[in-house]
């Protein structure tokens, strides 16, 4: 836990990017000294002073030192005065929390990475690690799905991954427009056809809790096993620091033992409904 | 004929199946081939065939007057195409286009739906294999449906 747990530490936005409507990738510069190292998966709070504060993954490189980088979908009041920031106004930091996308231990299996939506976002610094020590890994395949070619996150990012000939990058959308010559359907549809040995492979999946679902079904049908299957879960946080009680998820609290978590360890709250 | 029992043999559609069972598909089958843009079937026609993708990629799509046809699936390697062939009035009910060059094998149905007629236990396990792939589709059609990405 950061010693500075409860009080944020004043960042100022240094460069804001639009991705796609209502959705803006933030790189954030603390006003003195660097940002606290982080491990892919975990997440800040982030202050809009004077609005609220909410959770949001980093989204950047872990090795970049110098900002935490973040995308935020605007949903509501916070997270839509954290998207209208301009580069040089401030806000409140608090993080790293929660825990990580097993990065280090899926080294020597394949590994397999299904992303619904702004689901990507969380799951790019466990990608940007992987494909920076490549050699460590087996077969790599991403696998991200959205509602249509405009929603495409990460766009140009996506089609660099694809150029490379050691990672499968395949793409589904929804909703196809004329023209778009990719997959149209879900993303766990993409599941069955994929090169992997289920055996030897760590998933990691990250999107809308529906689509996990369907995810961890088409994922079973293959054989992977519950504890190689790791998901990115979201509640609301408040206190971000297992105090409150927000966060719960069964006998677990998303922001201390999440929000990433092992598969087996929650399989039997997971379609508990209203958990 | 043995290639094609080969080719089937090794599709995931077929996994498990007899060396019985597989010779009664390929009496029915035959190897085809579409160009990218080439329609494997329309709406309307007759289903007279059922197919087993082995490489390329296969777009459904519906068509309305006076718009660009709405693609609502992609089927591809390791996939089956059409449901049509086992229900009556045996028409198909969307377009199928490749987009990319296509191989597949191609079983014609009337011959199939007498084999499964004619030896049940052939038909139960080409049923077997069959409504877990529509159910599976029809799952993924919901989803889809449900549009989770995004502000809801
Ligand atoms: C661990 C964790 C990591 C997260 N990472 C990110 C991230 O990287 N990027 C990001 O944009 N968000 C992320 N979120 C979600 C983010 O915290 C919420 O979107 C935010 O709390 C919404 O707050 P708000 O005050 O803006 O909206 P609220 O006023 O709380 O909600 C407004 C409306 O939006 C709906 N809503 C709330 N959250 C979501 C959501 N996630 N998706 C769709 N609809 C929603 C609500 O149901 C409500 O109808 C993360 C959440 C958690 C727990
Ligand atoms: S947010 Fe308070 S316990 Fe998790």
Not at chain 1, 201 to 219: D, K, N, Q, W, Y
Not at chain 2, 77 to 98: C, H, K, N, T
Request: proline share 6%; glycine share 10%.
């Amino acid at each position: 836990m950061p010693a500075n747990a409860f009080t944020p530490s004043v960042y100022r936005v240094a460069r804001r990017r639009r991705e796609l409507a209502g959705v803006v990738t933030l790189e954030l510069a603390p006003l003195s000294g660097a940002p606290p190292a982080f491990a892919p998966g975990q997440f800040n709070m982030l202050y809009a002073f004077g609005v609220g504060e909410v959770a949001v993954s980093m989204s950047g490189a872990a090795s970049d030192t110098d900002t935490f980088v973040h995308t935020v979908r605007e949903v509501g009041a916070v997270s839509r005065a954290l998207g209208q920031l301009r580069p040089g106004a401030t806000l409140g930091v608090r993080g790293p929390f929660g825990t990580a996308w097993p990065v280090a231990a899926a080294a020597g299996t394949d590994v397999l990475i299904v992303a619904g939506g702004l689901g990507l976002a969380p799951l790019r610094p466990a990608i940007r690690a992987i494909l920076a020590e490549r050699a460590r890994y087996g077969r790599v395949t991403i696998l991200f799905g959205c509602r249509n070619p405009g929603e495409m996150l990460y766009r140009s990012e996506l089609a660099q991954w694809r150029r490379r000939f050691d990672v499968d990058v395949e793409v589904t959308v929804d909703h196809a427009e004329p023209g778009w010559r990719g997959h149209v359907g879900v993303v766990p549809a993409l599941i069955a056809q994929a090169e992997f040995d289920p055996r030897e492979t760590t998933a990691l999946v990250c999107g809308p809790e529906i689509m996990m679902r369907f995810v961890l079904s088409a994922l079973r049908e293959r054989g992977v096993a519950d504890e190689h299957i790791y998901l990115s879960m979201e509640r609301n946080m408040k206190c971000a620091i297992g105090l409150c009680g927000h966060c719960q998820f069964g006998p677990a609290f998303i922001c201390k033992d999440g929000p990433v978590m092992r598969y087996d360890a929650i399989a039997g709250i997971f379609t508990v409904r209203e958990v | 004929m043995e290639g094609l029992e080969h080719i089937l043999q090794e599709h995931p559609f077929f996994a498990g199946f007899t060396a019985e069972h597989l010779r009664l598909v390929a009496g029915c089958a035959r190897n085809r081939r579409f160009d990218a843009e080439q329609y494997v079937f329309r709406e309307g026609e007759p289903a007279d065939e059922f197919f087993v993708i082995r490489h390329g990629r296969v777009a459904l799509e519906i068509a309305e007057p006076g718009r660009a046809p709405v693609v609502f699936a992609t089927l591809g390697q390791g996939e089956i195409l059409g449901a049509s062939w086992v229900v009556p009035p045996y028409r198909w009910m969307f377009d199928a286009r490749a987009v990319a060059l296509t191989r597949v094998i191609g079983i014609d149905a009337a011959c199939l739906r007498g084999k499964c007629e004619a030896d049940h236990d052939f038909g139960y396990e080409m049923m077997k294999r069959f409504l877990p792939v529509v159910t599976r589709r029809l799952h993924a059609t919901r989803l889809q449906i449900l549009d989770v990405y995004g502000k809801r």
